[in-house]
């Protein structure tokens, strides 16, 4: 069968089941396609980094980073302990509460390493973002963290 007879074929599924559907086709296929193009680390290494930069002078948990980066804890703690262990974070106890574990970003290797891999960064979001102007993206942006927010809401229903 030819891609434009399985493209009628998806056609046919309801919208809110195409668009969950998508969600998993865009995500395998982005996380693929970076993989390939960015050598230093996976997307999601990168992103869980960008993640923790962005609490600046602030360590966070690893529970506090587990929900920025939209994991569980357990996969964020295997990440962090391999980026520990290639030198861009370090993982130590909670000098107040020593159940809780902190993450501290190792600002020069972390530096580095955005200055050596944001010409590929970019060339990757350039092909994965063309044709779609900035107020689409913004869009779709706002539309994920919508949906992002129901999913919580859920989460708490469900545990209550």
Do not use: C, H, W
Not at 3 to 10: A, F, G, P
Not at 87 to 109: E, M, Q, T, V, W
């Amino acid at each position: 069968m030819e891609n434009s007879d399985l493209n009628q074929v998806y056609e046919q599924i309801e919208e809110t089941l195409q668009t969950y559907g998508y969600f998993f086709t865009v995500t395998n296929k982005m996380q693929a396609e970076s993989d390939k193009e960015i050598e230093a680390m996976t997307m999601r290494q990168l992103f869980l980094l960008v993640g923790l930069e962005a609490f600046g002078d602030y360590d966070p948990s690893l529970q506090e980073l587990a929900y920025i980066f939209g994991s569980s804890y357990q996969n964020v703690k295997r990440m962090a302990l391999q980026l520990e262990k290639d030198g861009y974070l370090s993982i130590r106890k909670d000098s107040k509460d020593r159940r809780k574990i902190r993450l501290k970003l190792n600002r020069a290797n972390y530096d580095k390493l955005m200055e050596d891999t944001r010409a590929d960064v970019d060339t990757f979001f350039g092909k994965v973002f063309r044709g779609i102007s900035a107020e689409e993206l913004q869009s779709v942006s706002r539309i994920l963290a919508k949906i992002n927010s129901n999913l919580d809401e859920v989460d708490a229903v469900e545990e209550n």
